[in-house]
C-alpha cells in the first residue's frame, strides 16, 4: 500500500494538513536540541522530509530506516545521491543499527503502522546512547468535544475521498483515519515510552491535539 501511494505522499501530506505538516517536523527537530554533528536516526522515514529537516537542522549524519522500498527510492532522488543522509530499507522492529550508535531518534507519523509499536520504541531505546534524546510525531484524536465535532467528518469522511482521487488507490486513505482511530491516545503512548525505559516523557499536542509531539530521553548512564 505504502509503495503504491508514494509517487503522491508527499503532495497528499501537504494538502491534507494545509500545509502545517512542514511546521509540525521543524518543531519536532527543534525539540532534540541539534548542537551540530550529532547522529540522528529516522524511524518509518517514508519519503525522507524528517531525516532532510535534520540534516538542515545541523546534525552531522541521519540514517533513514523503512521498510517501503518506493518510498525510500523517492526520497533518495530528493537527496540527489549526496548529503549526510542515507536510506536503509528494514523494520522498526529490528532496527539494523548498532546500540548506542544515535545521538537522537526521531519518527513522524510511522509508528502507528507498526505491527508492535512498544517493540519499535524499545528498538529506538536500544539505538540511542544514554543520555540520547526522542522526538515522535503521530496522529491523535482531539480531546476536545467541539474539535472533534469539526474535525471528525473531515477526517473520516473529506480525507478519504480526497486521498482517493488524488493518490488512485482505493483503501489507503481509508486506512489513515482508522489507523488513527484504532492507535493507543497521548496518555497510553507515553506509558508505553515509560515502560521501554525512557524519561522526561511529554507528550504535546499540535494542532488543537490533531498530532501529539512525544518527547522523551535516553536517561543518562551512571
Request: aromatic share 6%.
Amino acid at each position: 500500500m505504502f509503495d503504491a501511494i508514494a509517487a503522491r505522499y508527499d503532495l497528499l501530506n501537504h494538502l491534507l494538513s494545509a500545509g502545517l505538516d512542514r511546521g509540525w517536523r521543524r518543531r519536532a527537530i527543534r525539540s532534540l536540541g541539534l548542537r551540530g554533528g550529532e547522529t540522528v536516526l529516522d524511524v518509518c522515514t517514508g519519503t525522507a522530509d524528517l531525516a532532510i529537516e535534520a540534516a538542515a537542522r545541523g546534525a552531522g549524519r541521519v540514517v533513514g530506516v523503512d521498510f517501503a522500498a518506493e518510498m525510500l527510492r523517492l526520497g533518495a532522488a530528493k537527496l540527489g545521491g549526496a548529503g549526510r543522509v542515507r536510506l536503509v530499507r528494514g523494520d522498526a522492529s529490528q532496527l539494523p543499527v548498532a546500540s548506542g550508535a544515535a545521538d537522537a531518534a526521531t519518527a513522524a507519523f510511522g509508528i502507528r503502522n507498526v505491527e508492535q509499536p512498544e517493540r519499535a520504541l524499545a528498538e529506538m531505546f536500544r539505538a540511542l546512547r544514554p543520555g540520547g534524546r526522542l522526538a515522535i510525531l503521530e496522529f491523535s484524536i482531539p480531546a476536545s468535544p467541539l474539535v472533534r465535532a469539526v474535525y471528525l467528518p473531515y477526517f473520516r469522511h473529506v480525507l478519504p475521498r480526497v486521498g482517493r482521487l488524488v493518490s488512485r488507490h482505493d483503501s489507503a486513505y481509508t486506512y489513515l483515519p482508522a489507523s488513527v482511530g484504532a492507535f493507543i491516545p497521548p496518555s497510553e503512548m507515553a506509558g508505553s515510552l515509560e515502560r521501554c525505559g525512557f524519561e522526561r516523557v511529554s507528550a504535546s499536542g499540535l494542532a488543537l491535539g490533531v498530532v501529539t509531539l512525544y518527547t522523551a530521553r535516553r536517561p543518562a548512564a551512571r
